[in-house]
């Protein structure tokens, strides 16, 4: 069963850090692909991060490359998501997601469609 559930988000400043949790059930994390997408308020959804937890590899969304770190923990099944160098358009809420199909297509397109995830926390950016 695919259980995901997010901590760590709130208000931040510009400029500020935030760092995001998520604990993942077994299954969930026995997935090949983790990661983070996000949705502002009145606009789409849009990947953040992933990260191919075999290998790995992490993948960014441009706009938050240099700035977001996505990073795992196999022993306490969770993922993580730094944030520095907040922007208010980084005001969202942020989902944990799996991707259920191989890693190979880890990261690429709308990923969290293929799998399930978290019921999301709200990250608010100001100055």
């Known amino acids: 069963q695919v259980q995901l559930e997010e901590s760590g988000g709130g208000p931040a400043q510009v400029g500020g850090s935030l760092r995001l949790s998520c604990t993942a059930s077994?299954?969930?994390?026995?997935?090949?692909?983790l990661g983070w997408f996000r949705q502002a308020p009145g606009q789409g959804r849009e990947g953040v991060a992933a990260?191919?937890?075999?290998?790995?590899?992490?993948y960014y969304a441009d706009s938050v490359k240099g700035r977001f770190t996505i990073s795992h923990d196999n022993a306490k099944k969770q993922v993580y998501l730094q944030m520095n160098s907040l922007k208010p358009e980084d005001t969202a809420v942020y989902f944990c997601?799996?991707?259920?199909?191989?890693?190979?297509?880890?990261?690429?397109?709308?990923?969290?469609?293929?799998?399930?995830w978290g019921q999301g926390t709200l990250v608010t950016v100001s100055s």
């Open positions: 077994p299954y969930a994390y026995a997935s090949d692909c």
């Open positions: 997601a799996v991707d259920l199909r191989s890693a190979e297509n880890c990261g690429s397109g709308s990923w969290w469609e293929f799998g399930d």
């Open positions: 990260v191919a937890t075999g290998g790995g590899e992490t």
